[in-house]
């Protein structure tokens, strides 16, 4: 059972990742603002972490590169998440796949999957879905 850290501040945000999570089999952690990203990483030792660009007046791309300068955690698996676009300063900075808010529950999922099950050092990118009216609701 894979252990996910979400490094998000938006608390329903939080909670609603979590439970999709939790359903769908994996081990989730939240993330604590009150503590340094690195040292919940050591602590926890997740599979993959899901990292906000934007992590409560926190440069999301800098805790990033942080992860990958300590080599003993350099091989985490990493995506990163925001409202804007940022994929190509994301992969450039050393995520593994970036995915755009707001995204379909299905489209995470299926994201978390191939990055869990390529190599710590391989990107994956994520097609943006185009949205139907009756999926509108299902946007996390």
């Known amino acids: 059972m894979p252990k996910i ?8 945000m939080t909670m609603l990742l979590q439970t999709l999570l939790e ?4 081990q989730v952690q939240s993330y604590d603002s009150k503590r340094p990203v690195p040292g919940q990483v050591e602590e ?3 599979d993959l972490a899901l990292l906000d660009v934007h992590l409560g007046g926190k440069d999301g791309i800098q805790i990033l590169q942080e992860l990958r ?3 003993g955690l350099a091989g985490l698996r990493v995506v990163m998440t925001s409202g804007i676009n940022l994929t ?6 050393g995520a593994n796949a970036f995915i755009v808010k707001p995204y379909m529950p299905e489209n995470l999922l299926r994201l978390l999957t191939k990055v869990l099950q390529s190599p710590a050092d391989q990107t994956q ?6 949205p139907s009216a009756a999926s509108f609701p299902k946007f996390l």
Not at 23 to 26: A, D, S
Not at 88 to 93: D, I, K, P, V
Not at 125 to 130: D, N, S, T, V
């Open 5 to 12: 850290l979400l490094l998000e501040d938006d608390r329903d």
């Open 44 to 46: 926890q030792k997740p």
């Open 69 to 71: 300068a300590n080599p």
């Open 125 to 130: 990118r994520e097609e943006p879905a185009k």
């Open 88 to 93: 190509e300063e994301c992969l450039r900075a």
């Open 23 to 26: 359903l769908e089999g994996y």
